[in-house]
C-alpha cells in the first residue's frame, strides 16, 4: 500500500486538534481495555509532539495528571501536565516520583520510537531497547495493578521482550495492533497489569 502522509487520521486528527494521528491508537486502546480514569496520574514516555498526553490529560481531568518526557518539545501546555525534556536513559525515577509528590503512577505508557534508519533490524533492536527502559521505570514507579502500554517494532527480540514484561510485571499479557496503524508499520503494542 502506498504511504498516504495525509490520510484519514490525520485529517482527523488536525479536525480534532491534536498534534499527531498516533492519538488514535491510544485512544482505541483506551476504549477497548479502559486504561485511563479520571484523578490518575499518568506518565508518558516518547509524549512529543503531545496528542497522548494531550488526551490522557482529557481523560483524567482536571484532578489528575500527566508527567510527559520526550527528548523534542510538546505542542501542547496544561496545568496538570509537566514535560521534562530530556532522554528517557537519563532521566531519574526519583526525579519523576517527586513531581507526583512520591507518589505511583496508575499508567505508564510509551510511544517511543527510534529515529528510523530503513535497516529494519537495526530499527527494531533500537525500538526494543527504549521499550526496556520503560518497562524499567513501570517496574520501578508503577502501583499495584497500574497499567503498562508500550510500543515496539516487532522483530527477533519481541517474544523475549513480551516474557520479560511478564516476568517483571506479572501477566496476563496482551498484543494489540491498532486500527489507524499504517499497514506498513511493524509496530505493536504490549499491555500488562503491574501486580
Ligand atoms: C511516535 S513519537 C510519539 C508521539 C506521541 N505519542 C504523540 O502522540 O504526540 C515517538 C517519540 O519518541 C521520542 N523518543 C525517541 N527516543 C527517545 C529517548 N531516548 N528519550 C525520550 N524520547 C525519545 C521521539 O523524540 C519522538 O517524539
Redesign the pocket.
Known sequence: MPYKPRDHYFKKAKQEK??????Y??QEADRKYRLLKRGQKIL????????????ALERVGPKGMVVA????P??ITAPNLIFLQ??????EPEKLRELIQGEAFDAV???????TTGDRSGDHF?SVN?AQ?ALSLAEELLKPGGVFFV?VFEGEAFPKFVEEVKKRLGGPIKRFRPKSTRAESREIFVLAHKK
Not at 46 to 51: D, E, I, L, V, Y
Open positions: 491534536y498534534p499527531a494521528r498516533s492519538v491508537k491510544l508518558d514516555l516518547g509524549a512529543a509532539p503531545g496528542s497522548w498526553s494531550k488526551y518526557v520526550d527528548l523534542s510538546l505542542k530530556e532522554d528517557v536513559f537519563s532521566v505508557l510509551s510511544d517511543m520510537a527510534p529515529k533500537r527504549l527502559r510500543k
